[in-house]
């Protein structure tokens, strides 16, 4: 039990042939299509690939919670914009930079199994892997390209 936090990309494909007879289409092919997708048009469906992953960050999961969700923490999956995704890592880098704004920008927060409110090692970790994975994302060329949804759960 825990709090678990999840960003997905989706990317909307239009024309892709997923009818097979078996009703299940090979991994491999998936693969094939999916490293193909800006360049190939297919019938409408998305792909959705899982780029963050967190357990028990509750601060960054609070800013979600704060900037995507209109303040309604109820594990809905939401939309975060690129735009949000650079404000994150901007509030994650000017904590670690200078720890007293942890506080304003990035407080941590209670909850049922959220883990600790501390600001220690698993805090300022989190901070970092948080920056890992925006950069991660934003490295990708065509990442303005996606959508991203954040969804917890506990």
Known sequence: MGLDMYLNAKKYVQDWEHQHEDGIIPPDTIAKKAAALIDIHFPVTNIEMRVGYWRKANAIHQWFVNNCQDGEDDCRESFVSPRQLEE???ACASVLEDNSLAG???PPQEGFFFGSTDLDEYYFNDLK???????GI???PNYKDLEFYYRSSW
């Open 104 to 106: 304003e920008l990035l």
């Open 88 to 90: 994150l890592r901007s």
């Open 129 to 135: 892997e948080t920056i890992e994975i925006i950069d």
């Open 138 to 140: 934003t490295s990708h």
